[in-house]
């Protein structure tokens, strides 16, 4: 991954990850937390070590995506990150119950947000992936400023409107000055199992032209895959629960490209 130039002021949060790498989108439901988790499983699998942190307070989707539902142990005072698939992630539904979170007002986020990175015990790690929220808010901002991210990955789907999303995002991490690594389509085209017909539900290569248009680097494209679906809800991310098809298969082209 690419190193960030590290301003004066460098801000200390998660200093044991050699690279930090953060996966956001302009918009929810299109797929950020699935790139996330599948992305770190890849990364994973190319013998690094990884760790997940799902800073989507609101939102909170790890723990259902890799089938981890119990409370983390603890070690004094910090809180030890759950083992699951080769990763050591946390997530703000590992510790309160979602519908807890979804009621906390700006200021609580960002304390649980900043909690997640100072009162958990993080190994050293070759790579961090923060699964943000969606959106260009207050999340994004204060960890841009104070962590200091190697890069963003921006998820999009093909169609215009996420894409316009996606270059707000792309525009807020310019601002901020973290480099984004690139665009990543995703849900990008279906191949029928039953006939092989395929057919681009969401239209097709919209981000890879508009990844040309803004100047980044287009990272790949992840098929609409109903087991991709139904790993996710089984807790089981295909990146490592079917490794030899074709979703592992664009998730490790993605790994290797961030
Ligand atoms: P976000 O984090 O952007 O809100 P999620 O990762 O939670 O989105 O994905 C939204 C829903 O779409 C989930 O049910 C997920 O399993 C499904 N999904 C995401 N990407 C794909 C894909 N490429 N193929 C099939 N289903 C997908």
């Not at 665009?183 to 890879?208: K, L, Q, W, Y």
């Amino acid at each position: 991954a690419a190193a960030a130039e590290t301003p004066a002021q460098a801000p200390s949060l998660l200093a044991n990850a050699r690279s930090i790498v953060a996966v956001a989108s302009g918009k929810g439901g299109v797929g950020k937390s699935t790139v996330a988790v599948n992305l770190a499983v890849s990364l994973a699998a190319l013998g690094m070590s990884v760790g997940l942190l799902d800073a989507d307070i609101y939102g909170p989707s790890l723990p259902r995506m890799l089938g981890t539902k119990g409370k983390p142990e603890m070690a004094g005072n910090k809180l030890i990150p759950v083992d699951a698939w080769g990763l050591k992630a946390i997530s703000i539904g590992h510790v309160v119950d979602e519908e807890t979170a979804m009621v906390w007002r700006g200021p609580m986020v960002l304390n649980a947000l900043t909690q997640l990175m100072t009162q958990v015990e993080w190994p050293a790690l070759d790579v961090m992936v923060i699964d943000l929220p969606p959106g260009t808010g207050d999340i994004q901002l204060t960890l841009s400023q104070r962590v200091r991210l190697s890069g963003a990955v921006v998820v999009s789907t093909p169609q215009d409107i996420a894409l316009l999303d996606a270059r707000r995002g792309v525009s807020m991490f310019r601002q901020v000055r973290v480099p984004v690594l690139g665009i990543v389509e995703n849900m990008s085209f279906f191949c029928c199992p039953n006939c092989g017909t395929r057919t681009d539900i969401f239209g097709h290569g919209g981000a890879r032209a508009e990844a040309a248009r803004i100047g980044v680097p287009f990272l790949g494209e992840i098929p609409l895959l109903p087991a991709i679906r139904e790993t996710s809800d089984a807790g089981a991310p295909i990146a490592a629960s079917a490794p030899d098809g074709e979703a592992a298969r664009a998730f490790m082209a993605l790994a290797e490209a961030v």
